[in-house]
């Protein structure tokens, strides 16, 4: 990892990744915690979209379910950490969500075209439909 991905990386973990805890927290009365496979990634044209492709949609599909007081609870009690993966190939076709030992896995496709990611809608209904 260079130097520009490492400011980015940096960045990331101490600026988006405490937003999205610190809204979460508020969202949920309850923590969540953030890990990334950093070593997945291998440009900044990857790393770069983390906060949108992946913070920021998670959120806002949080953000609808915890207005449901039944989802709300599910997502507390199966959800302790997100973990965000880059797919760097064949993305569209391998992107994929997981939950399982109180992991939510986000494996996309960072670098690629609005294809290879999911969009609130989609995160919204997987964690409805799988929590």
Known sequence: ?????????????????????????ALLGNEMDVTVDWDSFSSTNEI????????????????????????????????????LKNLSDNAEESKNMQIGDGVFTLAVGFGGNHACVFNDLAIREYLENNL
């Open 48 to 83: 770069m979209f983390v906060p949108t492709y992946g913070l920021d949609r998670v959120k806002n599909a949080v953000r609808e379910l915890a207005n449901d007081p039944d989802a709300k609870e599910e997502i507390i009690s199966q959800i302790k950490t997100l973990h």
């Open 1 to 25: 990892m260079g130097l520009q991905e490492k400011k980015w990386k940096r960045a990331i973990e101490d600026q988006y990744v405490v937003e999205f805890k610190q809204d979460v927290q």
